[in-house]
């Protein structure tokens, strides 16, 4: 069983569309993350929540809403998308908050705008 | 400047070759991560680590605290070996900042 699963691997869309990027985790994490990693292989944290509460927002633009419908799940969701938000998307998990804890990671999630 | 930099950006070695990918960062810590992001795009952590060294098969992670450090070695490598390697901070509770990572090919 995949300790971190996101669906889907890849996504291809057009500009202006909405679309969805669900994440699951079976290690019985209270913490869950949203990282982007742009064309220059750079990972930044997007969002993070602990048991199902907001933790960090990183400046993310307010077209991306994540939700968290239990501890489990963090699901990405954009509107209106964007040439500019094609990534790769990598949900993680930890049992809490850093730093002393081990981060595991999807497989990532490519999107691709046109 | 990033606050978490790595060197080098790329190394390519022959297999069997000792590997170093260094880290440095600006800020004190607690911990440090080092992660393995494969050709196929997914990541795995490798080490966490606070203080001293860790080994886990060929891989050992070494840091000093004091000088703001960290070293990746990878000993008798291979091509299996061939990745990007990323270390990661954390900064504050719930966030990690990475390195721009070092990509690693060994060739047979």
């Known amino acids: 069983d995949t300790a971190v699963s996101q669906t889907p691997k890849y996504l291809v869309t057009q500009m202006g569309n909405d679309k969805s990027i669900k994440c699951e985790q079976n290690?019985?994490?209270?913490?869950m993350y949203w990282y982007k990693q742009d064309s220059k292989k750079f990972l930044k944290i997007m969002f993070s929540y602990n048991n199902k509460e907001l933790i960090i927002n990183e400046t993310v633009p307010n077209r991306f809403s994540p939700k968290s419908p239990d501890k489990a799940h963090l699901n990405l969701h954009i509107n209106s998308l964007e040439l500019g938000d094609s990534a790769v998307y990598f949900c993680a998990s930890s049992p809490t908050g850093q730093p002393g804890n081990t981060i595991y990671f999807g497989e990532g999630s490519w999107l691709t705008v046109v | 400047k990033n606050e978490v930099e790595q060197s080098p950006q790329n190394l390519t070695a022959q297999e069997g070759e000792f590997i170093t990918i260094n880290c440095s960062y600006s800020v004190g810590i607690s911990a440090l991560h080092w992660l393995q992001q494969h050709p196929g795009g997914g990541i795995v952590s490798l080490f966490m680590l606070s203080s001293g060294k860790k080994k886990h098969g060929r891989l050992i992670a070494t840091i000093n605290i004091q000088e703001k450090h960290s070293s990746l070695h990878i000993t008798a490598s291979h091509p299996r070996d061939s990745a990007v390697y990323i270390c990661?901070?954390?900064?504050?509770?719930?966030?990690?900042?990475f390195g721009q990572g070092t990509r690693l090919t060994i060739n047979p």
């Open positions: 290690l019985g994490h209270d913490t």
């Open positions: 990661a901070v954390p900064r504050g509770a719930q966030k990690l900042v």
